[in-house]
């Protein structure tokens, strides 16, 4: 029977939301526990090279295991699975958490694996599903999973299922894998990264590179780039999401150097992101994938120009801020609203507006231009008052293109009422509720005009 060796490493990120602040700020500590998942099977008594299976991994492990003493913010356990059941006959269910998370654990794993004997078959599905469970709550931790097998699956369960549903739930990430002896790519490729290790050697070596990658973060910047395809635009956020689950990982708001480069950030290499910045309307840039302990660069077109609507011939709000709707050219979704007097970043295209006065003021085709601010100018309100013999029934309307607009319903309460209205000729209709005949409504025609006041008695006479 051809003997192998298998290392597979998982790690596990608990969403947090780490913000990058700044050299000036301390950062937020992160503890990272590893759970050591250890093969002790029967299998394991086999021989490989210079030693039994078992010997070469509890060798391995030691050496690691002191190479990790003096890591700061972390923490260890181990877990293992075919050591309490003989084999024959088969138990798939022997699996047992051996060494719990806790600080300075690593005499007592090294004791543990020394101690321990294989002795029963390869539940490596559930063991992987049962280490799940083994890390406490921890919302500033990095959970990191080792398996080291001398084997495949022996209980019908499926790693590769279990792999690819608990990453998608977040609980892991894409796992590396170290195959010594015969190579497994093909039926390791579903489960994570393959690496191929033929010696002893290769093995640690592999082992070392693959540690490393897990405690370790790699750096990258984004660009975001004006219509120049320079890097100038900045002061935004960026949602970094795991590409497979679907879950945010970091948010992290952009900014340029002292020297005017894009800042570096540091993230964690295993995942493959998808990145949200949040520009209105939001940019995507849709996979990005590190190179553990390389520094990527990436870009995404972003430029931005303002826009700010205000009243002709005025500077300053109106008492009553009036609310502006904007779409892209030729859609109906709400980008975004804001007030008048105010400025607001776009990316540079063509939108539509909807002004909230009344009535309803529309302009389309509104050009944003790079780093310049548009300025969309309506014509200032007049203030209508309108006074009621009693309270009833009414409305008010927009003469436009020989036919009537609605505007606004009176409250009918009878009070008096005033109104800001936009320019333009306008038909009041009313009809007092003791009154029980149509033709009793009262009309009234009126012009507004900006920055001026109009009285609309509606009484008979």
Known sequence: MRIFLIISIFSLLPFFAAAQVGSQEKEKVITTRILFLFDASQSMYGRWQSDMKITIARKIMSDLLDSLRDVPNLELALRCYGHTKDYPPQDCDD????????????????????????????????????AGGDFPSCSSCRNIIILITDGLEECNGDPCAVSLALQKKGIFLKPFIIGIGKSFKEQFDCVGTYFDATTEKQFSTALNIVISQALNSTSCQVNLLDVKGNPTETNVNMTFYDKLSGLPKYNFIHSLNNKGFPDTLVIDPLLNYRIQVHTIPPVFIDSLELTPGKHTVVGVSAPQGFLEVRTEGSSTQSRNPILCVVRESGKMNTLNTQFMYTREKYICDVYDLEIMTLPRTYVENVRIDQSTTTFVEVPSAGTSIFQFPASGYGSLYLKKDNSLEWVYNFRGTGEQEVIMLQPGEYLAVFRSKFQTRSMLTIEKNFTVKSATMTKVNLSMF
């Open 95 to 130: 699996t047992r958490l051996e060494v719990p998370f806790g600080p300075d654990n690593v005499e007592k794993i090294k004791y543990k694996l020394k101690t321990i004997n294989p002795r029963g078959t390869t539940p490596i599905a559930m063991s992987l599903e049962r």
